[in-house]
């Protein structure tokens, strides 16, 4: 059994602790196990605060009074391992080693602003989801890898084109106008998760940006108590990702590749037996299918259709044609994931470098995502330790028309008669121009409002790439064995590009002259936290920890847009192609501020009784002054009756309640105020 011990330290206090005694006592702490040092293991004399962590190598050193040297007590802890007291007996050397607790390991979660905890502490419900399943599912978006695996947590994909968005509910909605999705935490960061949608095409949710192969875990929070330290932002719960670290001992590299198909599984019936036209006679150019009967029609020689005792007709019968089932291709998911992970006993890094080529079921759709990840930890000194990580995603993705506008391909099949042959006969339709336009470049289809569907794949697309960066760099601190003080400053910036167009040929612009619109978003979100955490033990079944923290978030968007219409050169999809008189251009800035102060008192008795009391507060600058501040407070309270009750049958039971407050700021600027006003005629 290996395990990955990441200590990531700051220093904003610089403390000094002077002990007089005459007893000098050294050791280092290992696991049982493994025999790998282990760093960060609490070593506190019986009844007292005299005690120290070890450091990166496992190692600690102490200073005893003479009594404490006679005749006291070190206590060794450290999560996920049996606590062991050891008599010190006047040796000036002990070295120990702890036992793992398979079911405390088992049990260890990452609850709010990244603190693991023994999930049996927690009063609330968090469900957790390891890397191993997350990679199994083969989504190229995280989110979608949650689906079916958590209670009370629904995910609805709203497409299977490549690249396509995914929304999150846990528990339902909270809001009718405002935002129902979860927060998203990646190694204490939020990150953003945003969906702009469109009337024509589907736009990713930035969830897609993620490597679910970097992922070691996810916790889902639910409720308010669950999410209570995290404050108004995460109103609908949070999912915390820990993405994977460096380890001590050898270097180990890690290569997988994954092809997965994708087909098309069920598709709405259509009726094969009746011709386009109308009162049971074919009609040529109508948008109905209330035609003759295909067995009553023929192709004449001229290719035109006449019915079965017309002079012209030839034994050739019509169709039908099963212009939906031709239509759609077998996507295919190439994934390449390539890792390098290893580390000493004072360091540990991890690089991932992963390529994902994603081809749809609808012809010339496709999703491509590059992503790389630098992660590495160092102690400083025995006390303190820094950790740096970056991640780097490049993505572009090529989207067809959907939805019921006049250019959606399903719009399209679905309302193509039997009669009518999307393809004019090619056998590659998709690459055959002459399969969806005539000679003189008009387009070819079977009625003038809606579009032929491989017309509408290659001269009406939707064209979207993105380059962002998530990283943060983090500096722990422990000045004595009950405290630590944490630092993490991070960033989350990306720039999205998209342009979308309509040939001028094509029915949704067609008055218009053609249409072009492209819009470029950059956003960047700045976070810091700075995180002191302290506890104490009062006896050996008494035990409290006490966490106070300050956070602080700016949020930054620009938005770009510029629309054209009518274009002058065929083919030329640039809005340098439209006349100037009919091009339209705005930007606008968004800027926001999230300030707030928190904190979480834990207490546990006899690990049978855990009391839990957090409150935060957040000044939000979306609301207005004197009144943009918000408190959320929470107590939750668990009780592990199996630890009083041998039921036999029953090997864990608890029971658990919580109470919380949470809500909602103004989600977007100027919500609240009124800055410009409708101007009156006089």
């Known amino acids: 059994m290996s395990k990955?011990?990441?200590?990531?330290?700051?220093?904003?206090?610089?403390?000094?602790?002077?002990?007089?005694?005459?007893?000098?006592?050294?050791?280092?702490?290992?696991?049982?196990?493994?025999?790998?040092s282990l760093p960060g293991v609490a070593v506190v004399v019986q009844g007292t605060t005299n005690g120290i962590s070890t450091d990166i190598n496992g190692k600690y050193s102490l200073s005893l009074s003479d009594t404490q040297f006679a005749n006291g007590n070190l206590i060794f802890s450290f999560l996920g391992y049996e606590s062991d007291t050891i008599p010190v007996n006047s040796r000036s050397t002990i070295n120990h080693q702890l036992t793992s607790s398979q079911e405390m390991l088992d049990e260890v979660i990452v609850s709010a602003i990244g603190i693991k905890k023994d999930k049996r502490k927690l009063g609330y419900s968090v469900s957790e989801v390891q890397g191993d399943e997350i990679i199994q599912s083969r989504e190229s978006n995280v989110i979608n890898a949650l689906n079916a695996k958590v209670a009370g947590v629904s995910v609805t994909s709203t497409s299977g084109s490549p690249g396509a968005s995914s929304t999150i509910r846990i528990r339902g909605n909270q809001s009718i106008n405002g935002a129902n999705d979860p927060l998203i935490i990646i190694d204490g960061i939020p990150v953003d998760n945003s969906y702009?949608?469109?009337?024509?095409?589907?736009?990713?949710?930035?969830?897609?940006?993620?490597?679910?192969?970097?992922?070691e875990s996810m916790s889902v929070l639910k409720g308010g108590a669950a999410s209570a330290l995290y404050g108004l932002q995460a109103s609908n719960g949070a999912i915390v990702i820990n993405t994977k670290q460096g380890k001590n001992g050898k270097t180990e590299v890690s290569f997988s590749t994954t092809t997965t198909i994708d087909q098309v599984n069920k598709l709405p019936e259509k009726q094969s037996l009746y011709s386009q036209g109308t009162g049971e006679e074919y009609v040529e150019g109508v948008n109905t299918t209330w035609g003759a009967p295909l067995s009553t029609l023929r192709y004449a020689n001229d290719g035109s259709i006449v019915p079965v005792d017309d002079p012209a007709a030839t034994g050739e019968r019509v169709g039908p044609f099963d212009d939906l089932n031709n239509f759609f291709r077998t996507g295919v998911t190439l994934n390449n994931n390539l890792s390098?992970?290893?580390?000493?006993?004072?360091?540990?890094?991890?690089?991932?470098?992963?390529?994902?080529?994603?081809?749809?079921?609808?012809?010339?759709?496709?999703?491509?995502?590059?992503?790389?990840?630098?992660?590495?930890?160092?102690?400083?000194?025995?006390?303190?330790?820094?950790?740096?990580?970056?991640?780097?995603?490049?993505?572009?993705a090529d989207r067809a028309q959907r939805g019921s506008n006049l250019s959606g391909v399903m719009l399209g099949l679905m309302r193509s008669p039997p009669s009518y042959d999307l393809t004019n006969g090619s056998d590659d339709p998709v690459n055959d121009p002459s399969a969806y336009s005539f000679p003189d470049g008009t387009q070819r289809t079977y009625h003038a409002t809606y579009d032929n569907p491989y017309w509408s794949v290659n001269k009406n697309r939707n064209e979207e790439s993105l380059n962002r960066l998530i990283g943060f760099i983090e500096f722990q601190w422990r000045p004595f064995s009950w405290l630590t003080i944490t630092e993490r400053p991070g960033v989350d910036t990306y720039a999205e590009e998209r342009k979308s167009y309509w040939d001028d040929q094509s029915n949704e612009f067609k008055d218009l002259g053609g249409a072009i619109f492209e819009e470029t978003v950059t956003q960047k979100n700045i976070v810091n936290d700075l995180i002191v955490n302290a506890r104490h033990s009062f006896s050996e079944n008494f035990n409290a920890s006490l966490t106070l923290g300050h956070n602080f978030q700016e949020f930054n968007t620009t938005f770009f847009i510029v629309d054209g219409f009518d274009f002058v050169i065929d083919d030329f999809y640039d809005i340098s192609n439209v006349a100037s008189i009919n091009v339209e251009a705005d930007d606008f800035v968004d800027r926001s501020r999230l300030v707030g102060v928190y904190g979480e008192l834990s207490l546990d008795y006899k690990r049978t009784h855990y009391l839990t009391f957090t409150g935060r507060n957040d000044w939000s600058s979306t609301l207005p002054n004197g009144n943009n501040s918000f408190f959320y407070p929470?107590?939750?309270?668990?009780?592990?009756?199996?630890?009083?009750?041998d039921l036999g049958f029953v090997e864990y039971g608890k029971l658990r309640s919580s109470y919380a407050v949470t809500g909602n700021d103004a989600f977007q600027n100027y919500l609240t105020t009124n800055f410009f006003v409708s101007g009156g005629s006089t």
């Not at 990531?8 to 493994?34: E, H």
């Open 634 to 645: 929470s107590v939750s309270y668990g009780f592990v009756f199996t630890e009083l009750v």
């Open 4 to 36: 990955n011990y990441l200590l990531t330290p700051f220093f904003v206090i610089f403390l000094s602790q002077t002990i007089f005694s005459q007893n000098g006592l050294t050791g280092t702490v290992k696991d049982a196990a493994t025999g790998e």
């Open 196 to 215: 702009r949608g469109s009337n024509f095409t589907d736009q990713a949710n930035r969830a897609l940006d993620i490597n679910p192969d970097d992922i």
């Open 340 to 396: 390098i992970r290893g580390g000493n006993e004072k360091s540990g890094f991890y690089l991932s470098a992963s390529d994902l080529r994603q081809s749809g079921i609808v012809p010339l759709t496709e999703y491509n995502r590059t992503s790389v990840r630098a992660t590495a930890n160092t102690a400083i000194r025995e006390n303190m330790d820094i950790k740096f990580s970056a991640n780097y995603i490049s993505s572009r």
